[in-house]
């Protein structure tokens, strides 16, 4: 039910409020109250305070401390209370939200809000009567409690204004308001030294695991006792307790491996959390490996604490240790092998055997072979990116003609091949044409597989260069996979006398294939220079005109394939008149 006691007998919004304030009705009319200010809340956490910390989880409640909100020296000697072995340790509170608690909370609301109607409907049928009289003279009558209810708030308020201690010093709206507090541990492990000084006997303890250690010994012995006990804790670290004579063991996250596959079942966890995951958790029942990015969402579900935290990989008994580290980026992070590429119009896979066998390399790494295979990747022009789906993109840069952003097309081919010759060729196929050289560079070819460029959209690109013939300027070629035919561009540029830069139009070159760039030398001769060389490495067409402020103009036309090129007529590509 959704409508308010006051509601279904007849008392108005006005009569509430008037009662609440003091005015005359059953019990007297005292004088309101000087309104109060809000609570504040800066170093308070919202009841209940749902603390999810690996094997460190509790819930406090209303019913257990009172009031609506605890300090952080409250919540953490109630931990320290629940968890010895934290007495001696350092922790911060750390508040987090995600889908997982948000979606928790309201189920819990909605549960609250259908036993609350139920009661309602169970009264009401009974004596509704009754139940008037009881609200009126409860609710709206009973000044002193209300004056008590006051009083316990400005404690409250009193409490929330000396005590501090909030990880970030303000309450966060979204997970301390009304559904209480999600809270995770951020705690301060001082490693034990190697020359520090272990008193014995000693306890080796995570919660309810503990491990005696009565005989003095060294650390690594200790250690092979409690992996010996508890693998998953394989390379663990300790924390060394003086006061109450305990280890705690607890593992570091170190640098991920991006784009590696853990085979599947694979187990999560430690201790009595261990769990074991299998390609029906990801949506699969066939799937048989899996990225950590697609771990780290599934288990966050379950695990909302660890939804930005990172794993631990024990290789012997396949199993992932979840850390409450945030993920880091490093500047020179590996990525697992083999990893996909995918480039213009290619994808290729990089393996462990182009690598030496290693089972990861960095970007850079990664580079050296594509550049092995397409030479205009070179290390000045190239920038590689990791993408989180799991495969490579390489970024090739000209120095005068923009950025290219590669990305796969269809209908595009590449080949190795040997040929009769015992020669080893390199294909690669363009809607448009066909290119191909030997490995070593030679005998480079190019043929057109597709009607040839109309005559007009020559003509189109004399007269946009003739327009300012002493300037140099730029024109781009597409080829419409949809519609099957070529299109002219004019790109976005600075132009000057002696030079051109102009901007890729990164989205057309996506969705069309580029056919050829053609740019124009204003009054100077037609020719490719050392800049034209560099820059025109990729795999399409290149043309070049000069000589504009004169009436027989002139051209360079070329096919390039990997910075290997073949002059053509301009017969060759486009339909020309008688």
Same mark, same amino acid.
């Given at each position: 039910?959704?409508?308010?006691? !006051?509601?279904?007998?007849?008392?108005?919004?006005?009569?509430? !409020?008037?009662?609440?304030?003091?005015?005359?009705?059953?019990?007297?009319?005292?004088?309101?109250?000087?309104?109060?200010?809000?609570?504040?809340?800066?170093?308070?956490?919202?009841?209940?305070?749902?603390?999810?910390?690996?094997?460190?989880?509790?819930?406090? &409640?209303?019913?257990?401390?009172?009031?609506?909100?605890?300090?952080?020296?409250?919540?953490?000697?109630?931990?320290?209370?629940?968890?010895?072995?934290?007495?001696?340790?350092?922790?911060?509170?750390?508040?987090?939200?995600?889908?997982?608690?948000?979606?928790?909370?309201?189920?819990?609301?909605?549960? @609250?809000?259908?036993?609350?109607?139920?009661?309602?409907?169970?009264?009401?049928?009974?004596?509704?009567?009754?139940?008037?009289?009881?609200?009126?003279?409860?609710?709206?009558?009973?000044?002193?409690?209300?004056?008590?209810?006051?009083?316990?708030?400005?404690? @409250?308020?009193? !409490?929330?204004?000396?005590?501090?201690?909030?990880?970030?010093?303000?309450?966060?709206?979204?997970?301390?308001?009304?559904?209480?507090? *999600?809270?995770?541990?951020?705690?301060?492990?001082?490693?034990?030294?190697?020359?520090?000084?272990?008193?014995?006997?000693?306890?080796?303890?995570?919660?309810?695991?503990?491990?005696?250690?009565?005989?003095?010994?060294?650390?690594?012995?200790?250690?092979?006792? *409690?992996?010996?006990?508890?693998? @998953?804790?394989?390379?663990?670290?300790?924390?060394?307790?003086?006061?109450?004579?305990?280890?705690?063991?607890?593992?570091?996250?170190?640098?991920?491996?991006?784009?590696?596959?853990?085979?599947?079942?694979?187990?999560?966890?430690?201790?009595?959390?261990?769990?074991?995951?299998?390609?029906?958790?990801?949506?699969?029942?066939?799937?048989?490996?899996?990225?950590?990015?697609?771990?780290?969402?599934?288990?966050?579900?379950?695990?909302?604490?660890?939804?930005?935290?990172?794993?631990?990989?024990?290789?012997?008994?396949?199993?992932?240790?979840?850390?409450?580290?945030?993920?880091?980026?490093?500047?020179?992070?590996?990525?697992?092998?083999?990893?996909?590429?995918?480039?213009?119009?290619?994808?290729?896979?990089?393996?462990?055997?182009?690598?030496?066998?290693?089972?990861?390399?960095?970007?850079?790494?990664?580079?050296?072979?594509?550049?092995?295979?397409?030479?205009?990747?070179?290390?000045?022009?190239?920038?590689?990116?990791?993408?989180?789906?799991?495969?490579?993109?390489?970024?090739?840069?000209?120095?005068?003609?923009?950025?290219?952003?590669?990305?796969?097309?269809?209908?595009?081919?590449?080949?190795?091949?040997?040929?009769?010759?015992?020669?080893?060729?390199?294909?690669?196929?363009?809607?448009?044409?066909?290119?191909?050289?030997?490995?070593?560079?030679?005998?480079?070819?190019?043929?057109?597989?597709?009607?040839?460029?109309?005559?007009?959209?020559?003509?189109?690109?004399?007269?946009?260069?003739?327009?300012?013939?002493?300037?140099?300027?730029?024109?781009?070629?597409?080829?419409?996979?949809?519609?099957?035919?070529?299109?002219?561009?004019?790109?976005?540029?600075?132009?000057?006398?002696?030079?051109?830069?102009?901007?890729?139009?990164?989205?057309?070159?996506?969705?069309?294939?580029?056919?050829?760039?053609?740019?124009?030398?204003?009054?100077?001769?037609?020719?490719?220079?050392?800049?034209?060389?560099?820059?025109?490495?990729?795999?399409?067409?290149?043309?070049?005109?000069?000589?504009?402020?004169?009436?027989?103009? &002139?051209?360079?036309?070329?096919?390039?394939?990997?910075?290997?090129?073949?002059?053509?007529?301009?017969?060759?590509?486009?339909?020309?008149?008688?």
């Amino acid at each position: 039910m959704s409508s308010s006691l !006051a509601e279904l007998f007849g008392i108005s919004s006005e009569d509430v !409020a008037n009662k609440k304030k003091g005015a005359k009705g059953k019990g007297g009319g005292k004088t309101a109250k000087k309104e109060k200010k809000p609570v504040k809340q800066g170093g308070r956490y919202q009841l209940p305070v749902r603390i999810r910390s690996g094997y460190i989880q509790c819930t406090l &409640t209303q019913e257990q401390f009172g009031g609506v909100t605890l300090g952080e020296n409250e919540i953490k000697t109630e931990l320290r209370k629940l968890y010895p072995e934290l007495s001696g340790i350092q922790f911060s509170l750390v508040k987090f939200s995600n889908e997982f608690t948000r979606l928790h909370e309201t189920m819990e609301k909605l549960a @609250e809000n259908t036993d609350a109607d139920d009661e309602k409907d169970r009264t009401e049928e009974d004596d509704p009567l009754d139940i008037a009289e009881a609200a009126s003279e409860e609710d709206y009558g009973n000044e002193d409690a209300d004056e008590e209810q006051d009083d316990e708030l400005d404690a @409250e308020e009193e !409490a929330a204004d000396t005590d501090g201690g909030s990880d970030d010093g303000q309450a966060d709206e979204k997970t301390c308001q009304g559904g209480g507090c *999600w809270v995770k541990l951020d705690i301060q492990y001082q490693e034990v030294k190697k020359d520090q000084t272990i008193a014995f006997p000693l306890t080796v303890k995570v919660g309810k695991y503990e491990l005696e250690i009565k005989e003095k010994v060294p650390l690594e012995e200790i250690r092979a006792a *409690w992996v010996k006990e508890y693998p @998953e804790y394989s390379d663990c670290h300790f924390c060394y307790d003086e006061r109450n004579s305990l280890l705690f063991p607890y593992m570091l996250g170190g640098t991920e491996i991006k784009g590696k596959k853990y085979s599947l079942p694979v187990q999560i966890g430690y201790l009595d959390q261990k769990e074991t995951y299998t390609g029906a958790d990801f949506g699969n029942a066939e799937k048989e490996q899996v990225t950590l990015e697609e771990i780290r969402k599934t288990y966050g579900k379950k695990h909302p604490e660890y939804e930005n935290g990172m794993f631990v990989y024990n290789a012997e008994i396949n199993l992932l240790f979840p850390v409450l580290e945030f993920k880091r980026e490093m500047a020179n992070e590996r990525i697992g092998l083999p990893i996909l590429v995918r480039g213009s119009g290619f994808t290729m896979m990089v393996e462990k055997e182009d690598l030496k066998n290693a089972e990861s390399a960095t970007l850079e790494e990664i580079r050296t072979v594509i550049e092995s295979i397409y030479p205009e990747f070179s290390k000045e022009r190239t920038e590689m990116h990791y993408d989180e789906r799991g495969f490579v993109i390489p970024v090739l840069k000209g120095s005068r003609k923009g950025v290219q952003i590669m990305n796969v097309r269809k209908n595009q081919g590449f080949f190795i091949v040997t040929g009769h010759n015992g020669f080893v060729y390199r294909i690669e196929q363009m809607p448009y044409g066909c290119f191909d050289c030997r490995e070593d560079g030679s005998d480079v070819d190019f043929r057109m597989t597709e009607k040839k460029i109309p005559y007009g959209i020559l003509m189109d690109v004399v007269a946009f260069f003739k327009r300012n013939p002493r300037k140099e300027a730029a024109v781009q070629i597409f080829y419409n996979l949809e519609t099957e035919k070529y299109e002219i561009y004019y790109p976005e540029q600075k132009v000057t006398s002696a030079s051109v830069v102009f901007t890729r139009n990164h989205d057309m070159e996506n969705d069309k294939v580029l056919v050829m760039d053609i740019h124009s030398h204003g009054t100077m001769n037609a020719f490719f220079s050392s800049i034209d060389d560099n820059d025109e490495k990729g795999t399409r067409l290149f043309m070049v005109f000069g000589n504009l402020d004169k009436k027989e103009i &002139t051209h360079k036309l070329r096919a390039g394939i990997a910075g290997n090129y073949k002059m053509l007529k301009l017969s060759d590509v486009f339909e020309m008149e008688d």
